[in-house]
């Protein structure tokens, strides 16, 4: 079946600009996952959802970050402002059940570049 | 605080055995995953430890020590193909925020 889709694939944009960044989870995975991914590093925990309701979105970096889940399937990102930080690889994942130990299905990834 | 520590880089020969550790601190604690992820790719799920012991996944196997707050990664006959990065996680915060270690990226060489 169809794993977690991401887009764009890449995304370049200027300082200062708004940002909109797309997932498409796993059919009937209840749970949405956004992580941020600096080189060399670790995924960082942004958000998490379990339905159309964000469950924790204790890292969000900053009020500039915020992300929905409407229906509770698709979720977008939403960066606005950006700064030269935030240029990262931005992964998405989703999971069948509740827990954090669940198996994550993660997308390619959004890679955000900010000049 | 919460963290994972990992070592950066462990370099390995082909078909040999080679163990990546990971060292944990945190106020809350459901137990220990893996992921890999390949350059430029998406991390993937390997394994999970509730329990302390040994968990065997094929070539793979993952050990978990509550007690020590650690636990290790165990690849055996390895490939070339295992050439990527290997990360630790654990859910917390009630089970759902999932924090990463930092990643040993692990070089297989023939």
């Known amino acids: 079946g169809a794993g977690v889709s991401q887009t764009p694939s890449n995304k370049v944009t200027e300082k200062g600009k708004y940002v909109e960044l797309r997932c498409d989870p796993i059919s009937g995975h209840t749970a949405l996952y956004w992580y941020r991914q600096s080189l060399g590093q670790g995924p960082e925990f942004l958000i998490y959802?379990?339905?159309?309701?964000?469950?924790?979105d204790s890292g969000l970096p900053n009020d500039r970050f915020f992300a929905v889940r409407p229906e509770g399937s698709v979720s977008t990102l939403k960066i606005q402002r950006t700064e030269r930080g935030d240029s990262a690889v931005y992964l998405c994942?989703?999971?069948?059940?509740?827990?954090?130990?669940?198996?994550?299905?993660f997308g390619p990834g959004t890679r955000l570049t900010v000049l | 605080g919460q963290s994972l520590e990992q070592p950066s880089e462990v370099t390995a020969v082909e078909g040999a055995i080679v163990q990546i550790n990971c060292t944990y601190q945190?106020?809350?604690?459901?137990?220990l995953s893996w992921y890999q992820q390949h350059d430029g790719g998406a991390p993937t799920f390997l394994s999970y430890n509730a329990l302390d012991g040994l968990e065997e996944t094929g070539r793979f196997s993952s050990f978990l020590s509550r007690s020590d707050s650690y636990g290790y990664l165990l690849l055996q006959e390895l490939q070339m193909k295992d050439s990527a990065s290997y990360f630790c996680a654990y859910p917390s915060g009630g089970y759902q925020k999932v924090t990463f270690g930092t990643g040993t990226k692990l070089q297989v060489i023939p």
């Open positions: 959802f379990q339905g159309t309701g964000a469950a924790d």
């Open positions: 994942a989703s999971s069948r059940g509740t827990s954090g130990y669940n198996e994550q299905f």
């Open positions: 945190t106020s809350g604690f459901y137990g």
